[in-house]
């Protein structure tokens, strides 16, 4: 079992900026690749990001890129979501969850992922 909880989330105006963190306990933080989704009212969750074990390989979707970082740090079993010029369509739930068994194909897939955080609310006011 892998347990992520997730903080830093909060209401910052549009063009602000905010850190996310996931900390993990329970298993091998280092041997899962770790995801970013975010659900906004309505909407099914979407993919944000993706950092592989080693660190090196990051991956975004293309509402977020250039905008956002994904890093992870192994020793502190944490990852982290830096978000900036935050816009107002970027208000939503964000979750972090991992994964053992994905691919570059596979990585948006909610279902390829077997440990979710609780989430932690953005707001970003206009």
């Known amino acids: 079992q892998v347990q992520l909880v997730e903080s830093g989330g909060g209401l910052v105006q549009a063009g602000g900026s905010l850190r996310l963190s996931c900390v993990a306990s329970g298993r091998t933080f280092s041997n899962y690749a770790m995801g970013w989704f975010r659900q906004a009212p309505g909407k099914e969750r979407e993919f944000i990001s993706l950092i592989f074990w080693t660190g090196v390989n990051t991956y975004y979707a293309d509402s977020v890129k250039g905008r956002f970082t994904i890093s992870r740090d192994n020793a502190e079993n944490t990852v982290y979501l830096q978000m900036n010029s935050l816009k107002p369509e970027d208000t939503a739930v964000y979750y972090c969850?991992?994964?053992?068994?994905?691919?570059?194909?596979?990585?948006?897939?909610?279902?390829?992922?077997?440990?979710w955080g609780q989430g932690t609310q953005v707001t970003v006011s206009s």
């Open positions: 969850a991992a994964s053992r068994s994905l691919t570059i194909a596979t990585m948006g897939l909610t279902s390829k992922y077997g440990y």
